[in-house]
């Protein structure tokens, strides 16, 4: 049974630049979360997608966005990429928006590094 | 004000003791769902246990048990029979809202369990 399968990696950009992680969720979830871990601290709710749309959003600039395909796999692109986007970029998949011990399992995350 | 606190930011214990990581939270909503992850230094968030707001008794997963007191909003992590493989980082989360809502996960600051021999 397949977890929840990120990439890249690591990934090295430039400032100005435009990014693309990609997430494939745990076999048999429909719900994608992103989330932001800077070094030392918790991770921060991006957005999530359910049935290809972006259902709730955080505290994150129009430059995070998202996309979930029909296959429930999720990309999340940032452009105009700051050095304060430099993080852990982690990616949670869970079953449905049913709230009763509804889990969000993670991957291992992208680490992107912004120079 | 902070959702999830954490005030542990490292914690030492010996192994095959117990330890307990401390966690309180701060909502209005009635309805929630409290969280311990584990992070190893790989990176990826492993979910350890689960507390629902009306669950009448505290849960427990093998050798992990969460001491929830609604009262006081503390949700704190045991983790009894400490082994080496437990060292790591342990977030503390919280989802409010109740059934068919966006479910997005609030976390605490961590804290760092160093396991020692």
């Known amino acids: 049974d397949a977890g929840v399968t990120q990439s890249p990696t690591h990934l090295i950009k430039t400032r100005g630049q435009q990014v693309t992680l990609r997430c494939s969720p745990k076999s048999g979830h429909d719900t994608v979360s992103w989330y932001q871990q800077a070094l030392g601290q918790g991770p921060q709710f991006i957005f999530q997608y359910y049935e290809e749309e972006e259902r709730q959003r955080g505290n994150f600039p129009d430059r995070f966005s998202g996309h979930q395909f029909p296959n429930y796999s999720s990309e999340l692109n940032v452009n105009a990429l700051w050095l304060g986007d430099s993080a852990l970029y982690l990616c949670a998949s869970s079953l449905g928006l049913a709230w009763a011990k509804n889990i969000q399992y993670f991957g291992a995350g992208t680490r992107l590094s912004v120079l | 004000a902070q959702k999830i606190t954490q005030t542990q930011p490292g914690m030492f214990v010996q192994e095959k003791e117990a330890v307990t990581l401390d966690c309180t939270y701060d909502?209005?909503?009635?309805?929630?769902?409290l969280f311990w992850y584990k992070q190893p230094s790989s990176g990826e968030m492993i979910f350890l246990i689960y507390q629902g707001s009306y669950d009448q008794q505290n849960a427990t997963e093998g050798r992990y048990s969460l001491n929830f007191q609604k009262a006081r909003k503390s949700a704190n992590l045991v983790i009894s029979a400490s082994q080496l493989g437990d060292s790591a980082m342990y977030f503390c989360?919280?989802?409010?809202?109740?059934?068919?809502?966006?479910?997005?996960?609030?976390f605490g600051t961590g804290t760092r369990l160093q396991v020692t021999l």
């Open positions: 909502t209005s909503d009635p309805s929630y769902g």
């Open positions: 989360a919280m989802r409010e809202g109740g059934t068919g809502t966006a479910s997005k996960l609030t």
